[in-house]
Each structure stands twice: as structure tokens, then as C-alpha cells.
Nanobody
Framework: QVQLVESGGGLVQAGGSLRLACATSGRTGSTYSMGWFRQAPGKEREFVAAITWIGVTNLADSVKDRFTISRDTAKNTVYLQMNSLKPEDTAVYYC????????????????WGQGTQVTVSS
């Protein structure tokens, strides 16, 4: 079984920064992707960023100039550094794990964290 626990959310003013962390435990597998998704009220959960087991990253067009995804394999933790935050970034952010190498859709992911709220005030 895999457990994912997000942390680091909060309230920040527009233009500010936050770093989310996702601590993982349980079975890892030899190949996998770790992803971040977000869901705003009344909207679908959307892909934000992903990183593979060898460190290849992908980010959504809406965030690629502002967000960075990284990992610390020694700590089994994945991070999402969010800079230049905008009110439209307000959402619950979810960490997820996939056994796929290329994983960009919600259905590609098998395990999910409980989510952490990010609120950006204008």
C-alpha cells in the first residue's frame, strides 16, 4: 500500500510563493511518476506537474513559467515550488502516484493524498 501526505498549503498574497511537499511511504516500484493536481471549487481536477523516477519533469502550460517540481529521493518526498502566485491558482492541491512513465491524466494515477488548500488573495 502507498500513502501520500501533502503539506505546505496556506494563504498567500498574489505574487507570493509557497512550497508544497508530498511525503510518500509504502511500495515504490521500479518505475513511476509522481504528480501534482489541483481542483478549484466547481471545476475539474487538473494536471499541474509530474516528475518521473529518473527526474524527468512536465508542467502544465499555465504554470510552467512559475512552478517547479522536484524530488528528494532520500526523503521520499516530492515538492512543488510555486512562485508568482495568482488568485486563479487557488485550489486544493493533490499529490498522486502513478505506475506509468508518462502520466498526465487523473485516470493515470493510482494513489492520492488528502489534498492541501492553497488560497491566493488579490
Amino acid at each position: 500500500q502507498v500513502q501520500l501526505v501533502e503539506s505546505g498549503g496556506g494563504l498567500v498574497q498574489a505574487g507570493g510563493s509557497l512550497r508544497l511537499a508530498c511525503a510518500t511511504s509504502g511500495r515504490t516500484g521500479s518505475t513511476y511518476s509522481m504528480g501534482w493536481f489541483r481542483q478549484a471549487p466547481g471545476k475539474e481536477r487538473e494536471f499541474v506537474a509530474a516528475i518521473t523516477w529518473i527526474g524527468v519533469t512536465n508542467l502544465a502550460d499555465s504554470v510552467k513559467d512559475r512552478f517547479t517540481i522536484s524530488r528528494d529521493t532520500a526523503k521520499n518526498t516530492v515538492y512543488l515550488q510555486m512562485n508568482s502566485l495568482k488568485p486563479e491558482d487557488t485550489a486544493v492541491y493533490y499529490c498522486a502516484k502513478s505506475a506509468r512513465v508518462r502520466a498526465f491524466r487523473r485516470s493515470d494515477y493510482d494513489y492520492w493524498g488528502q489534498g492541501t488548500q492553497v488560497t491566493v488573495s488579490s
